[in-house]
């Protein structure tokens, strides 16, 4: 069932704690959480609160996933060591990054911490002007970490709607590159506005057919608080026309 794939993330909007944005989650049925860290940092959440939530997922068999903080602090290396300690104490095996090039050095040590842990990394794409963002860039840098098997990529449509046809930009990178993780919101192709589903230009039915023809087996975390269920039911209804 799709709906085992398809997962929230939480948001800084929503004045909802993080226990209960995890809840709300397993209450509706979904069975895959993205923890984003964007207005708090990893060393925000104390042993006693991880501890929860693992205990949470493993009971309610919830899938957790992180995605690192968007806010950067330096030293940038030990912000990702302790993301890459939260990961590993929750029992993720997930971390979304919006890399840089000027890091490169740092990452590589990231991913060989990551893979004694067996934890994968997901590089995302992003938007125009910040961090890494075109085909030709994501393709650099997933040349570079080429040698650790835990290194994959985020795909975030809404971000590569920004720059040009969002399945014409997967599909210069399916062929290198693993897909671990797709997120998922709409625009118009001209603000980053993480809209639900079906209120941009998106066409998600072809993104869904690309994903299928590549067998692509990970999640899809919807991106945005307001509308959410709109967006998993609007999602879950392609899927079912496309694939079915």
């Not at 967006?231 to 899927?239: C, E, K, N, R, V």
């Amino acid at each position: 069932m799709i709906k085992n794939r398809t997962g929230l993330q939480s948001c800084k909007h929503n004045n909802l704690l993080l226990e209960e944005e995890i809840d709300f989650c397993i209450r509706k049925g979904f069975k895959v959480f993205e923890i984003l860290f964007d207005g708090f940092w990893p060393w925000d959440i104390k042993s006693p609160l991880r501890q929860r939530i693992k205990e949470i997922s493993q009971q309610k068999d919830l899938t957790l996933q992180v995605h690192g903080p968007i806010e950067r602090r330096e030293p940038w290396e030990e912000v990702l060591k302790e993301t890459l300690e939260f990961t590993s104490e929750i029992g993720s095996k997930l971390i979304t990054l919006h890399p840089q090039m000027k890091d490169i050095d740092i990452y590589g040590n990231i991913f060989s911490l990551a893979e004694e842990e067996g934890i994968f990394i997901g590089l995302e794409n992003y938007k125009e002007g910040q961090i890494i963002h075109s085909p030709s860039d994501m393709e650099k840098i997933c040349h570079f970490f080429s040698d650790y098997s835990n290194m994959g990529i985020t795909f975030d449509p809404g971000h590569a709607n920004l720059l040009t046809h969002p399945v014409t930009y997967l599909k210069s990178l399916a062929g290198n590159v693993k897909i671990l993780n797709v997120h998922l919101h709409d625009n118009s192709g001209e603000v980053d506005n993480h809209l639900p589903l079906g209120q941009g230009n998106i066409n998600f039915s072809e993104l869904i057919s690309f994903l299928k023809s590549i067998n692509y087996e990970g999640n899809f975390i919807i991106e945005h608080w307001h509308d959410n269920l709109v967006s998993a039911d609007y999602f879950s209804s392609l899927w079912r026309k496309v694939i079915i």
